[in-house]
Nanobody
């Protein structure tokens, strides 16, 4: 059974940083792309970043590009998202999700509907 558990959210002041962690179990990161998404109240779920199963393909959403870095530790079965220069509009619930790779291992997608397994989310509030 695929399981993903996010952590690292919280209350942070504008300009601050957060590091999210996604602990995965029940599958190997070698065969799944991992995506980070967020959803603010009243808004659609938005792609933040993704990492392909090979680790060679990375995408960032336009709203966070230049402020976010995705990485992973296969041995620890962890995926990380470092967010810097946080803004109030970054306030949302952040989710990690897994997408089984059938195509190129350098590919990942920022489309939520492409992911079949999701974590429970971690709340981030950016406010002074």
């Amino acid at each position: 059974q695929l399981e993903l558990v996010e952590s690292g959210g919280g209350l942070v002041q504008p300009g601050g940083s957060l590091r999210f962690s996604c602990a995965v179990s029940g599958f190997s990161l070698d065969y799944y792309a991992i995506g980070w998404f967020r959803q603010a109240p009243g808004k659609e779920r938005e792609g933040v970043s993704c990492l392909s199963s090979s680790g060679l393909g990375i995408k960032y959403g336009d709203a966070v590009k230049g402020r976010v870095t995705i990485s992973r530790d296969n041995a620890k079965k962890m995926v990380y998202l470092q967010m810097n220069s946080l803004k109030p509009e970054d306030t949302a619930v952040y989710y990690c999700a897994a997408d089984k790779t059938f195509g190129p291992t350098t590919y990942c997608t920022l489309t939520p509907g492409d992911y079949g397994a999701w974590g429970q989310g971690t709340q981030v509030t950016v406010s002074s």
